[in-house]
């Protein structure tokens, strides 16, 4: 269920639905608002997990999920989690010989009766689009199949619409030819109604990668057109009515480098985005990409203002755009940052526009770990809850290991409570660093966030016990950002931690550890 839908809607059963939600989380909002960083899966084992959708439901978070069977055929898993993040269980319902998998980022909508329809794929000995129902227990109720014997078909995002359809998009070489965009149309029994294909079999590569409603006025498919042979896709959006008639079809290749796909957005007002990567520049053989948001015409697919964001990046991915409780919305997905990680990363635009804050954020500090963000959806706290995965390098034990991630943010996108307040407010008020959770207990994760301007300041992060004595010494890389100690095998008791440079103390916390 779209954020965007819940208001177009004004449903009673829906609003009354918020109502549980919030009340639900009536603990962070009276004693700060909950925030985590958590792993999931048994590193080094050989068993590569991705998570790739992450809903809200009343009591926690549905996190659905890919891993690897021996064979290397794919299983598909859905594990549901508390508020505090703890995985409460696990189900899988796809085993080998044949393969499950999910669709790109974000392929999971909760709908109007609380269940969840899923696009993807199936592999037999060629691939299918694949569309899946479950119930609000997490139980499968249908699966159905679309494509050719003869050909190629892949499914990528499912959004139950206004009226209870459902309606699946992906591509598909349906002449063996090159690829078009594929869209179709399922009651909610799973009847399959139509499928409609949009694109240039002569001439280009078509794909589809996400959908998008406005209720009454028609189906916004977002995608990418590939504007040379093997070489750069431009966003691309197309407009079709509930018959799968065109409406309109954009491109967006107004610039010197095409970057990605487009993600569409509907937002509470009937307002149009969608979200992109932008080309910046190049290095060798690697891209160095911005953020993209373009508000576009509903009835012709003009642009109406276009915005960048960010500093370049190594391989920026802007996986989704949503709309949050508080009517802004939040760009997210994967970037490297100046170290070599690649990292997640959120930022806040307000309607107009004008970004409110940019976080960067990731499990492992060490030097190498990657990290990739494929899911953000807003909390009725108004946090935000995602999900990816996170591959440690050496020198961790039996690595590398490749774990799903999820993660839960404030509504500032931090990790530790007061980490987006400017430098100066932040020095005066709150000092250069922030620990959280403080108390801390053994086997969880201590955030320790570091200003920017003491970033430049510091070289090392150290924790000394009772006694005085040096327990853990960490490297401080530079820039603003929140350093994730695991506390693990340190005795209860009172630590504290400091910020160094040349063995000088610059800024010092209280830790206790239980």
């Known amino acids: 269920m779209r954020i965007s839908q819940l208001f177009d809607k004004h449903n009673t059963s829906k609003i009354l639905l918020l109502v549980l939600l919030v009340f639900s989380f009536c603990p962070s909002l009276l004693n700060g608002q909950i925030t985590w960083n958590k792993r999931y899966g048994v590193p080094g084992n050989g068993h590569p997990e991705v998570a790739r959708s992450v809903e809200v439901v009343e009591d926690g978070y549905v996190v659905f999920f ?8 794919n299983r598909n898993n859905v594990m549901k989690l508390d508020l505090n993040g703890d995985s409460v269980f696990t189900k899988s319902w796809s085993v080998s010989p044949n393969t499950y998998y999910l669709g790109w980022m974000d392929p999971v909508d909760q709908t109007e009766a609380g269940e969840f329809v899923l696009g993807g794929g199936f592999r037999d000995t060629i691939n299918y689009a694949c569309l899946t129902k479950w119930n609000s227990e997490l139980d499968t109720l249908w699966t159905r199949k679309i494509g050719n014997p003869l050909n190629w078909t892949v499914g990528r995002d499912a959004v139950e619409l206004a009226d209870g359809t459902i309606a699946l998009v992906g591509y598909s070489d349906i002449d063996n030819l090159n690829l078009q965009i594929m869209v179709a149309l399922f009651e909610s029994n799973g009847d399959h109604i139509w499928t409609n294909y949009y694109g240039d079999l ?40 509930y018959e799968g008639e065109m409406m309109w079809d954009m491109t967006y290749d107004d610039f010197e480098h095409n970057s990605g796909w487009a993600v569409p957005l509907v937002m509470s007002n009937d307002e149009i985005l969608f979200g992109a990567a932008e080309f910046d520049s190049e290095v060798g053989m690697t891209d160095y990409e911005v953020t993209r948001l373009i508000r576009i015409d509903p009835e012709f697919g003009s642009i109406i203002w276009e915005n960048t964001y960010g500093e ?38 307000a309607p107009d526009g004008t970004q409110i804050w940019e976080r960067g954020f990731q499990y492992s500090d060490i030097l190498g770990s990657l990290h990739y963000n494929f899911d953000t959806e807003p909390t009725p706290d108004g946090g935000y809850v995602g999900c ?13 290991s490749q774990d799903i991630w999820v993660y839960k943010l404030d509504s500032m996108g931090c990790f530790v409570p007061g980490c987006g307040v400017g430098v100066e407010e932040f020095r005066r008020k709150e000092g250069l660093m922030k620990i959280g959770p403080n108390p801390v207990a053994n086997g969880d994760l201590l955030n320790v966030y570091i200003s920017e301007l003491a970033s430049l300041q510091a070289h090392s992060l150290a924790i000394y016990d009772a006694q005085g004595r040096m327990v853990k010494k960490i490297q401080v890389h530079g820039g603003d950002s929140t350093i994730i100690i695991p506390i693990d095998g340190f005795e209860t ?21 239980q």
């Open 493 to 513: 008791g009172i630590y504290m931690i400091n910020l160094e440079r040349n063995n000088q103390v610059l800024e010092s916390e209280r830790l206790i550890i």
């Open 202 to 241: 002569e001439s280009d590569e078509d794909y589809g990668f996400a959908l998008a409603e406005m209720p009454g006025d028609g189906i916004y498919i977002g995608g990418a057109k590939e504007l040379n042979l093997g070489g750069n896709n431009a966003p691309r959006i197309i407009k079709i009515d």
């Open 312 to 349: 370049p990046n190594e391989n920026q991915g802007t996986f989704n755009v949503k709309e949050d409780y508080s009517n802004y919305i939040i760009l997210s997905g994967s970037q490297h940052n100046e170290t070599g990680q690649a990292r997640g990363f959120a930022r806040k635009i």
């Open 388 to 400: 990816g995965y996170m591959i440690t390098l050496p020198p961790e034990p039996n690595s590398p």
């Open 66 to 73: 890919l891993d690897e069977n021996a064979d290397q055929t």
